[in-house]
């Protein structure tokens, strides 16, 4: 980003803001370079504050506030600094975007650059790297393995259907689970659906793995894969290849949010004509999708949700990570799409044919309701949740919901970051 405004220009009072920010950054930059390594949730929080004024001058399209804010984050920002820092320099990518209605070109620039850097290897290392560091991921493997195991008992052939991005490392402890089981091991069907690029690139390599290990476990096991869809919408049930004698189980993990709003309905009222022993669904906890109709409140919530992702990232990953700062990368092109990019102009051939438009566990609720019950999970499931979360540091524990909702949660310091369900017809 170019800065298009000269320091001689700013008049008193913008000199005199900016030599406060100036001087919160220099001593927020002084005690992590001290090693400390200052998280976001201390500090007079700069970034927060200058993001949120400057969303709101695009809201109400004041173009001298505009610039001056862009001028001063861009001054402050920076991706290999401390929080506050890094926070300010991928929510500024974002909105500087929406301020020059760039977010398509500049989204497809940033998943372009990420699709060319991105090898099986590369892929497999930052997820496993993050599953040892973080149980925000390994959270959903563990609850939804659970659901689908109870669901499936005793039933000879399996058919799941993932719709998820986890690059299948989801599925090896149930692989292990059914080769240990009680009785004869079940023939398991695993069909695979990719709508993003860059997991598709990758997903050779996956099926092959996948099959040498089903076979070393001695698990009788067919592997599909369905990735010539644009989007998830375009899913058809003729396409699934369902087969009478299946017992069939849907797992959905971070899926759903990428579905545009209005076809959520109908995607759910397909996966009730298969007829499924289970569904599970985990989703994480934010809400973005009033940002066509509310850009300032889908602001805020953006920011609250990644300033405590960027904190946990901190507080897990060594100050130096590689997989920290690719996770971070992740991040940035997420926040792009979510306040920059607007969807009724979207072409979903060249986008990769996803939003990022994120429900509540509630919100979710509400919509699956309409066509499945919530199954609880067992006191067994939440039992090997509880001793997964035990393996990491402190700062992670399970929330129960509320009354007149369904599933787990996933909490960090005490926020709800993570919503794991499952569903029966």
Request: net charge negative; charged share 25%; with cysteine.
């Amino acid at each position: 980003m170019h800065n298009t405004t000269n320091h001689h220009h700013l008049n008193h009072q913008q000199q005199q803001q900016q030599q406060q920010t100036q001087n919160s950054h220099t001593s927020t930059s002084r005690s992590s370079d001290s090693g400390a390594g200052e998280p976001c949730a201390t500090g007079n929080k700069w970034a927060s504050r200058l993001l949120r004024e400057c969303a709101r001058a695009i809201s109400d399209k004041d173009s001298s506030k505009i610039h001056h804010l862009l001028w001063m984050l861009n001054e402050l920002a920076s991706p290999y600094g401390d929080c506050d820092q890094k926070l300010a320099s991928y929510f500024l990518k974002a909105l500087f975007c929406k301020a020059t209605e760039s977010g398509q070109r500049c989204y497809k620039t940033l998943t372009s650059v990420a699709e060319k850097s991105h090898s099986f290897d590369s892929a497999r290392k930052l997820i496993l790297k993050f599953q040892e560091v973080s149980p925000w991921t390994t959270f959903g493997h563990v609850a939804a393995n659970g659901a689908l195991l109870e669901a499936l008992d005793g039933e000879p052939k399996l058919h799941i259907i993932d719709i998820s991005n986890t690059l299948c490392t989801q599925w090896p402890t149930l692989l292990e689970a059914l080769a240990t089981r009680n009785d004869d091991t079940p023939h398991l069907k695993l069909t695979v659906v990719v709508t993003a690029n860059i997991v598709r690139s990758v997903m050779k390599e996956i099926s092959q793995r996948m099959e040498k290990f089903a076979r070393l476990m001695g698990v009788p096991f067919e592997f599909n894969v369905i990735s010539g869809l644009n989007r998830l919408g375009e899913l058809t049930k003729e396409a699934l290849g369902v087969v009478e004698d299946e017992a069939v189980a849907i797992n959905c993990i971070g899926a759903l949010g990428r579905l545009a709003v209005e076809e959520r309905g109908g995607v759910i009222q397909m996966f009730q004509s298969l007829g499924p022993k289970v569904v599970t669904v985990v989703e994480e906890e934010a809400d973005f999708s009033s940002t066509p109709y509310d850009f300032v409140r889908c602001f805020e919530e953006c920011l609250r949700f990644y300033t405590l992702y960027f904190e946990m990232l901190d507080e897990s990953f060594a100050p130096t990570s590689n997989e920290k700062l690719m996770l971070e990368r992740e991040c940035s092109r997420s926040i792009v799409r979510v306040l920059a990019c607007d969807e009724e102009l979207e072409d979903y051939s060249t986008s990769g044919g996803e939003c990022e438009r994120r429900e509540r566990g509630s919100q979710w609720s509400d919509r699956l309701k309409e066509v499945f019950s919530p199954i609880g999970f067992s006191d067994d499931v939440v039992d090997d949740v509880k001793a997964l979360l035990k393996r990491y540091r402190a700062g992670w524990a399970l929330a129960q919901p509320h009354q007149d909702e369904t599933g787990l949660y996933l909490t960090w310091k005490e926020e709800a970051v993570v919503w794991a369900s499952a569903w029966k017809p």
